[in-house]
């Protein structure tokens, strides 16, 4: 037997799975962890915390070319957790859906 909050889950994951594949809230979300991350170092960068790094970046590493990879792994990051967040919403429902077929099928027959 399934808690009500499992029934339900089941019921809009039924309805909304096709949906939620193209969401575009798990996309922005996994935008800004990307954001993130690069903003991250920019920071270590501009802080002098290892001068050897920032003199080697400052003089091999043109800042367009340094901006356009922060965005390329910003868009991957946003890609990757959207499929995540979509699998694992999909292995859960499937989990539930077995559960469900288990419990129904070990029910006593009424005569």
């Known amino acids: 037997m399934l808690s009500q909050e499992n ?3 089941l019921q809009w994951w039924a309805e909304n799975r096709i949906r939620e594949k193209s969401s575009l809230r798990p996309f922005l979300i996994g935008l800004s ?6 903003i991250g170092v920019i920071l270590i ?13 400052n003089s091999r590493l ?6 356009l ?9 946003a890609f990757v957790y959207r499929k995540f967040r979509w ?9 539930l859906l077995i559960l469900k ?7 006593p027959k009424q005569p």
């Open 62 to 67: 043109s800042s367009v070319i340094f901006v």
């Open 33 to 38: 962890f990307g954001f993130s991350i690069g």
């Open 69 to 77: 990879a922060l965005m390329i792994v910003s868009v991957f990051m």
């Open 45 to 57: 960068l501009e802080s002098g915390w290892y001068e050897r790094a920032n003199m080697v970046a």
């Open 7 to 9: 029934e339900s889950f």
């Open 101 to 107: 077929n288990k419990s129904e099928n070990k029910l």
């Open 87 to 95: 699998e694992m919403q999909e292995q859960r429902y499937q989990e």
